[in-house]
Each structure stands twice: as C-alpha cells, then as structure tokens.
C-alpha cells in the first residue's frame, strides 16, 4: 500500500507542474462475501484475479492500479479528465461479467462492479482525493452497484 500512495502522490506533483488533469477509480465487487460464502475463498480469489487480468487490459501503460483491499481495486489514470476516466470504468465493468461467466455457476450469485470516478482538485491532498473516490464508490454501491458514478462535487 505504500508503493501505491508514494505512486499517487508522485502524480498529483506531476500533474501540478504540468497542469494535466489526473483521475481514480475506486472499483469494488458487488456481492463478494456472498459469493465467497457460496463458492468458497479459491473460487472468490479467481474472480479478483479475473478482475485484475481485466483491469490491465483496460488501461494504458501510463496508468496504474493496485490491490486497495479485499475485494477493491484503486487505479490511477495520469492525463485523464473525470468524463474520460468514466468510460474506462465503463470498459472495466462492462467487461467484467464477461470473462468470469464460467466461474459462476448458475446459482443467483453473479458479481458485478461498483466503481467510483474522480477526477484531481487543484489543491487537494492525497487522503482528500482517495477519500473522494471512495465515497463515489460506495454511492454506486447504494444506489444498487453494477454502475461507474463520476463524482464532480
């Protein structure tokens, strides 16, 4: 977790000096305990390596994302605005369903994503930032998951 804090905080300087734009996702699996609790933890870990093989496919190399807990994701998006950064959690949960179909059997406990988008405010400190993208997330879990919500407030 620290590589990833010293990562961000290195973006949010360049993005600074360079008056670029800069995004987070927040991205968490909807229904994972149950699903955990269904299937057992070896199937729960296949879904988040599904997930991270996913993530990675979506993203430029100029992007990063790290493992942000147990079942969320954070990942960074350099030179990105808010709106920009929505169609790629778009991508990543639109994509998702797809290619862990054969690890769910047909037993009602599909997973789906939840993802928060913000986009970088001038001045703001890192904690300030993550803090934001989580609170985005779990206003897109509320609201019923399976969504992206770009939080600009």
Not at 22 to 28: G, H, V
């Given at each position: ?8 905080q ?7 000096r360079?008056?670029?734009p ?7 699996v909807?229904?994972?305990?149950q699903?955990n ?8 870990d ?74 970088y405010?001038?001045g ?7 803090k934001r993208?989580?609170?985005?997330m779990?206003?897109?879990?509320n ?11």
């Open positions: 977790m620290r590589h990833f804090y010293a990562q961000l290195q973006e949010i300087d360049r993005a600074l360079y008056k670029n800069l995004s987070l996702l927040l991205l968490d909807d229904r994972f305990k699903y609790d269904t299937f057992g933890h070896l199937e729960g296949q879904i988040l390596f599904k997930l991270g093989e996913v993530i990675r496919e979506c993203l430029r190399k100029s992007d990063t994302a790290y493992r942000y807990g147990g079942d969320e994701f954070i990942v960074v998006l350099p030179q990105t605005q808010g709106d920009e950064a929505w169609n790629v959690a778009e991508r990543i949960r639109s994509s998702f369903p797809a290619v862990h179909e054969d690890l769910v059997p047909d037993e009602g406990v599909g997973t789906t994503l939840s993802i928060g988008v913000v986009e405010r001038l703001e400190d890192l904690s300030k930032f993550v993208a989580d609170q985005a779990y206003k897109a879990k609201q019923g998951g399976n969504q992206s919500l770009l939080v600009e407030e």
